[in-house]
């Protein structure tokens, strides 16, 4: 098991706090979405 304290960055897109959310981590290279499943058709365009 990995126990390397790392940090995470949430970025909420629209101030709203149940919309979309940007997160990301510290030392890795990639980037998360997270939204509730009714903004699919928003954020998929």
Same mark, same amino acid.
């Given at each position: 098991? =990995? $126990? $390397?304290?790392?940090? +995470?960055r949430?970025?909420? $897109? #629209?101030g709203?706090? #149940? !919309?979309?959310?940007i997160? #990301?981590?510290? =030392?890795?290279? !990639? ?8 903004? +699919? ?5």
């Amino acid at each position: 098991m =990995n $126990t $390397t304290p790392f940090s +995470l960055r949430i970025f909420v $897109t #629209d101030g709203d706090p #149940d !919309g979309l959310h940007i997160v #990301d981590r510290s =030392n890795w290279v !990639g980037k998360a979405l997270v939204f509730p499943r009714a903004l +699919l058709p928003h954020v998929i365009v």
